[in-house]
């Protein structure tokens, strides 16, 4: 029997997603992505791993008024929090969002002019099989768009570099089935059948701190990751408390680089 998906987000953490999303780090990397898609209007798109569907609401109103986009995602709560997010936007007509998963799409072949997937197949353990479903599901000469993160390219400046490197190994064991999945895509993509087209880096740099921002948002994570795998407390506590105080000019500096990889059918 396949695995299930690694991980699925509730209440809470669909909150914490929330508010990472509407950085404005990650606004500007989602009108860079769009971009990247190109969608036109009366294409019909699928976000696969819609989170609180801030992406799916955006391409809505770029193929509209004829296209539509469907979108699934393997948690509950993100698919009611983004049910109330396209209803609060008026896109019920555009956007139809249900559960699904990734790696078992149930829709008929070649339904879409696009499929995207944003920091989502790093959490399929069967990762070759999602990319050969979306590939399976795009019409002739459609896109796939996904957007991945390779943690091992994470860095954090701080007081302790070689345990801040446990702590980002341990989120890495701990939340994801592929921490370093941009290395593999280009394989994944090629097996489905489809032409590499673009790959471009999207990094994250910050280099000052603030609680609202994307890098300090994702400290709680990275702790209780640690936690979980067995990282002393008191290594994890002085860990947090050093990144939080570093609040002068020239003390913060963070970077996470971030993958596009754009394939055609």
């Known amino acids: 029997?396949?695995?299930?998906?690694?991980?699925?987000?509730?209440?809470?953490?669909?909150?914490r997603l929330d508010r990472l999303y509407s950085t404005p780090q990650i606004v500007d990397q989602r009108r860079q992505f769009r971009a990247i898609i190109s969608a036109r209007p009366g294409e019909v798109g699928l976000d696969v791993g819609c989170g609180v569907a801030y992406l799916a609401c955006e391409l809505a109103r770029e193929v509209e008024p004829r296209g539509r986009i469907k979108a699934i995602d393997n948690s509950q709560?993100?698919?009611a929090?983004?049910?109330?997010r396209i209803a609060r936007e008026g896109l019920e007509r555009l956007v139809d969002v249900r559960?699904?998963?990734?790696?078992?799409?149930?829709?008929?072949?070649?339904?879409?002019?696009?499929?995207t997937a944003t920091q989502v197949?790093?959490?399929?353990?069967?990762?070759?099989r999602a990319v050969k479903e979306a590939a399976r599901v795009l019409r002739k000469g459609g896109r796939l768009v996904i957007l991945d993160s390779d943690w091992d390219m994470c860095i954090w400046e701080s007081s302790d570099r070689l345990l801040t490197r446990r702590i980002i190994d341990a989120r890495s064991a701990v939340q994801f089935a592929?921490?370093?999945?941009?290395?593999?895509?280009?394989?994944?993509?090629?097996?489905?059948?489809?032409?590499l087209s673009g790959v471009q880096a999207f990094p994250i740099i910050e280099t000052r701190y603030d609680p609202n921002a994307y890098s300090a948002g994702i400290i709680e994570p990275a702790r209780n990751a640690a936690l979980k795998h067995g990282i002393p407390p008191g290594d994890v506590a002085a860990w947090e408390n050093d990144l939080r105080s570093r609040t002068s000019d020239g003390e913060w500096f963070f970077c996470l680089n971030r993958f596009v990889f754009t394939a055609t059918k």
Do not use: W
């Open 81 to 84: 929090a983004s049910k109330t």
């Open 1 to 15: 029997m396949r695995k299930p998906l690694l991980q699925t987000y509730d209440a809470k953490a669909v909150a």
């Open 77 to 79: 709560d993100s698919v």
């Open 178 to 195: 592929h921490a370093n999945l941009p290395r593999m895509l280009h394989g994944f993509i090629r097996a489905a059948g489809m032409t």
């Open 121 to 128: 197949y790093c959490y399929v353990p069967d990762a070759a």
């Open 99 to 115: 559960t699904g998963d990734a790696a078992d799409l149930q829709f008929p072949d070649e339904t879409f002019d696009f499929v």
